[in-house]
């Protein structure tokens, strides 16, 4: 192939790669793979003189694709040169007092207010023309909506989803297949959202990391008197540190040990120069400024050889392969294992067992396959499912295909809904695991959640299980029996309908006056009307019940159960007050308790700092932690448990 062959062909496949990753619809390459080819092609267009019209390198972004209002930007927004050496990076700020800060890995978002109020929220688009989406920052969690400032002020920020609440969003979602693949993806479907309750439930946050124009104010020709000047005014500013090339090393390690440790995405670092005028009059090349560069992870990598694929049947029948290798050490922790995600990357990387291939962590936190150098491309795809034995097919997903097996009676699909049933916050029958469910399931012990109060018929047979005796039959059965005696939210919540959590639950039941029968009849129009439950979970809600299989198992079951009704002590002293935990308990058995015991009393137990909120609970109150930080910042007293008891007028 010629070189000018090959720019076209990587021109092609980044841009496609681009329109899935900026859309938010997929990701099709890991951003280690994206850099490679990129890198790939900037060298062949530097030595031909060839660039395309369409090539990435010279071209700020990917066009939008919603159905939002358009607007061109003031100031075009430029991308960021990048290099993957700290020496560069100490060179390139030299003598010059910089700014070295996260080069967070969400959406950008350019922001205008005036008159001390948001007027304009719009995203980065192609650099030149975004997507106007001032409703949805209205509601982002930490964004101010009204400042003390009343010229007009123009910043940019990164919209962020922070890793908690992407896993809380997807653990939501039934079918693996519809997860969202990682926290960018999801914040930018949420960001461009056309219904902003949507983006509302969604935990959006924006981190500053430029302030464009503040008219009338002095800030010394400093970078840095800017961003504390926005922390004034009530902005969440990307941390930054203070160097130049003498301390640089020491500021990268700081940034590489802390990235494992963060709750939001970063892929990168930026480095500005805190002196204004000097950065402004470096001007800008046709597409980066001269005034910052970023500098991305130089991901450590390490050969190994691929020893097995083992494939992993989930309760939605999606089968996903898991490349496990011999151990090899990787920015401090020793690796084995990494999700090769579906069939198509199986296929990408040519996989076959004895390969060498190269592993390294995306962002340094997760394991991927970089390379395979081998390439034998020998690896069967299994027709038969791991678990049942059942047949398999590949179905096409989006833009990718993925192994499925089709039996509806596969016990992986039984054992994770009784793993989910059993499980703490559920109806909470210690002692048995997924090995005993499996066991259990493969011997017709149960079939249906009420068959879990019947497993005295199999004395006899459990008691000569392997592994089991008369002391492990007894354990399970005194288990079992504890846990009749729950609340008909523990038992909504068990069932696994696709999006209800165990506060949806609580809320739903509460607007059921707590009645079983109101619960399993409740139209969605009528379920829309409790707080917090939108269109979405109330349609899986109301179908679920539709199912007469699914309704009869739900009335056998409540055969089984004491249900005790959710006492709510209204006229305590936290009634109608909110609180957020962090931190370890001691007075509690977990966060769990607690929040039961606040609820009990009238309160509400929420998972994030907000303006809402009236305290936050951590037992080390002069923490640093983001949540901390959060409260101090909107005036929300931070206590600890023992404060919080006093408050109740009751001790623990």
Known sequence: MSKADRIKQLTDKLNEAAREYYSGTGEIMSNYEYDKLYDELLELERETGIVLAGSPTNRVGYETLSELPKEEHETPMLSLDKTKSVEELAAFAGAHRSLLSWKLDGLTVVLTYRGGKLEKAVTRGNGYVGEVITPNARVFINLPTEIPYQGELIIRGEAVITYSDFERINAQIEKDEDKYKNPRNLCSGSVRQLNNEITARRNVRLIVFALIKADGVDFGNSREAQFEWLKSQGFQVVEYRIVNQDNMEEAVRYFSEAVAKNDFPSDGLVLLYDDI???????????????????????????????????????????????????????????????????????????????????????????????????????????????????????????????????????????????????????????????????????????????????????????????????SYENIINSVETSRNTSLARVIYGLGIAGIGLANAKVICRHCDENPDKVAGISACELTKAEGIGTVLAEAFENYFKNQSSKEEFYELLKELKIHKEVRDTSSPIAGKTFVITGSVNHFANRDELKAFIETMGGKAAGSVSSKTDYLINNDTASSSSKNKKARELGIPVISEEDFLKLTGRNQ
């Open 277 to 471: 005028a000097y950065g402004d009059s470096l001007g800008a090349t046709a597409k980066f400024p001269r005034n910052s560069i970023a500098f991305k992870w130089a991901d450590e990598t390490a050969v190994t050889t691929l020893t097995g694929v083992e494939w992993s049947a989930s309760r939605t029948g999606l089968i996903n392969p898991v490349a496990v290798f011999e151990p090899v050490e990787l920015e401090g922790t020793t690796v084995s294992r990494a999700s090769v995600h579906n069939v198509s990357i199986v296929k990408e990387l040519k996989l076959g067992i004895g390969d060498r291939i190269t592993v390294y962590k995306a962002n340094m936190i997760i394991p991927q396959i970089a390379e395979n150098l081998t390439g034998s491309d020998t690896l069967a795809i299994p027709d038969v499912c791991p678990v049942c034995g059942g047949r398999t097919e590949i179905r096409q997903t989006n833009d990718a295909k993925a192994l499925y097996c089709i039996n509806p009676d596969c016990q992986a699909k039984h054992i994770k809904s009784f793993e989910h049933f059993v499980s703490r916050n559920a109806l909470n029958i210690d002692g048995i695991s997924s090995q005993t469910l499996e066991k259990f399931i493969d011997r017709g012990f149960i079939r249906k959640y009420s068959d879990l109060y019947h497993l005295d018929r199999y004395h006899d047979e459990i008691v000569r299980m392997e592994g089991f005796g008369e002391k």
